[in-house]
Every structure is written in C-alpha cells, then in structure tokens.
C-alpha cells in the first residue's frame, strides 16, 4: 500500500469514527487520532502534506497539546500555549 491508499483509508476511518462519536470528535478520540497520526508520519507511512491534511479532520485538544508533544516547539524557542 502506497502513501495516497494509505492516506485515503485513515481518511475514511477518521470518518467512520466522527460517524460512531458524533461530530465534532470527543477530544480524548481526536487525540488517539493526532497520536495515530504522528505514528504513520513518523514511520514514513504518510507524507507531512497528508499528515497536515488529516489532522485538519480532527479537532484540536485543548492546551497546544499536540504542537508541544508531537512537534517539539519548546526546542524551536517557542513556549507551549
């Protein structure tokens, strides 16, 4: 399976699970997904673009949880939110 077919499932799959939690996601589901998705990004499973794409999908937990875990913006000089 290629990066696009890849892509295109977890694609389907985050909607399945906005059809089964309701819309939007809970934030505790939106976060397994951000998690799932900096995996397969992380691993070479999906491309940045796909990755940024896909997370659009989903809410953002609160608190920049996700651009203070997964992106490590503390070492970039910015402090997290």
Do not use: C, K
């Not at 399976?1 to 295109?8: S, V």
């Amino acid at each position: 399976m290629d990066q696009n077919d890849r892509a295109e499932e977890l694609r389907g799959r985050i909607r399945d699970s906005a059809g089964f939690h309701g819309e939007p996601l809970p934030w505790e589901a939106a976060l397994a997904w951000h998690g799932y998705l900096a995996a397969a990004l992380e691993w070479g499973l999906i491309s940045v673009a796909q990755h940024a794409a896909l997370s659009g999908m989903l809410p953002e937990p609160p608190g920049a949880v996700m651009d203070t875990l997964f992106l490590d913006r503390e070492e970039d000089g910015e402090s997290p939110a």
